[in-house]
């Protein structure tokens, strides 16, 4: 049986390229037979790395047959699975998220979660010396994926590991990292062409507090007018978005990368009293800028209170 490589849903930059990256090491260095998945469309910046290294889309899937062979990586939260995760045959999660619970496995199997900035990261030390077998067009995936999920060295989750390994790989791969980065960030800036309720969706965990049940969107980008500008319709959309999926509030986070910070949306007296509670902010209207706020996993999660 083909062993099925998959991120989380809405795939970003991280949980499309280390699919592929894995897929790789099972197929030519384990002689196995893997395919790397996806659990829903990439986004624009995600889509751009795959098109500058030429490599074909992942097949799209929304569900797993039982028993089926899988790896889980970038994510160890069923909610960001496929519904039928824990009747399939889980073989490994490589991660590198806070250990969340609920997944159910039929035996034992290989866990590893680090602390590091990128799942790409871990992926690379797991190989150990075979890693020096990559191919370009794998070396240009995890480079990208540690570019994406260090917003180039700007997080707080970043670590000295991933920068240097980050730094290794564009050396041999004769790059400049700081341009390379910036075709990155440029591209997944362009959202022109998504609905409202897309954009909502497009890089979002469902995360409760006490009994309260958020949907923490984040949007990273170096043109943050380009989504500020869309305020109000977002937040009249969050509504619906919230009811259609099964939430209290949406929340949405708006990355500036080059000004390091964040722009939380206020639509009403609920965010406002998370941004007042999470972030110590002083809120008048209906927005309110969050200095050096980065990083959902480290910055954002940790923090939420109601």
């Known amino acids: 049986m083909t062993t099925l490589v998959f991120g989380h849903k809405s795939p970003d930059t991280d949980s499309t390229g280390s699919p592929i990256l894995w897929a790789w090491y099972l197929n030519e260095v384990m002689g196995g037979d893997a395919e790397a998945v996806l659990l829903g469309e990439p986004n624009t910046e995600a889509a751009f790395v795959l098109e500058h290294w030429n490599l074909p889309k992942p097949r799209i899937i929304d569900s797993v047959d039982e028993g089926q062979a899988c790896v889980i990586v970038d994510t160890n939260n069923p909610a960001e699975l496929p519904d039928a995760i824990n009747a399939a045959d889980i073989q490994a999660i490589i991660d590198h998220h806070k250990l969340v619970g609920g997944l159910e496995t039929a035996g034992p199997i290989d866990i590893t979660i680090r602390p590091l900035a990128c799942t790409a990261t871990i992926m690379i030390d797991l190989m150990g010396d075979d890693a020096e077998k990559m191919p370009d067009w794998a070396k240009g995936a995890a480079l990208s994926c540690i570019l994406s999920d260090t917003l180039e060295f700007r997080s707080p989750t970043t670590t000295d590991h991933d920068k240097a390994l980050a730094e290794k790989l564009a050396s041999e791969l004769n790059i400049d990292l700081g341009r390379y980065a910036?075709?990155?960030?440029?591209?997944?800036?362009?959202?022109?062409?998504?609905?409202?309720?897309?954009?909502?969706?497009?890089?979002?965990?469902?995360?409760?507090?006490?009994?309260?049940?958020?949907?923490?969107?984040?949007?990273?980008?170096t043109a943050p007018d380009v989504v500020l500008s869309r305020k109000d319709s977002l937040m009249t959309s969050m509504g619906d978005?919230?009811?259609?999926?099964?939430?209290?509030?949406?929340?949405?986070?708006?990355?500036?990368?080059?000004?390091?910070?964040?722009?939380?949306?206020?639509?009403?007296?609920?965010?406002?009293?998370?941004?007042?509670?999470?972030?110590?902010?002083?809120?008048?209207?209906?927005?309110?800028?969050?200095?050096?706020?980065?990083?959902?996993?480290?910055?954002?999660?940790?923090?939420?209170?109601?």
Do not use: W
């Not at 890089?203 to 949007?219: C, I, M, N, P, Q």
């Not at 929340?251 to 110590?280: G, H």
């Open 182 to 221: 910036a075709q990155m960030f440029e591209a997944k800036s362009d959202v022109s062409a998504f609905s409202d309720a897309e954009l909502l969706r497009m890089d979002s965990k469902e995360y409760a507090v006490g009994d309260t049940k958020f949907r923490v969107s984040v949007l990273e980008t």
């Open 241 to 306: 978005v919230a009811s259609e999926d099964g939430v209290d509030q949406v929340l949405l986070f708006v990355v500036d990368i080059l000004n390091e910070e964040a722009t939380l949306l206020v639509p009403n007296d609920l965010v406002k009293s998370v941004a007042e509670k999470s972030f110590s902010a002083s809120v008048d209207g209906d927005s309110v800028v969050l200095p050096g706020v980065m990083s959902r996993k480290k910055q954002i999660i940790p923090n939420l209170a109601v």
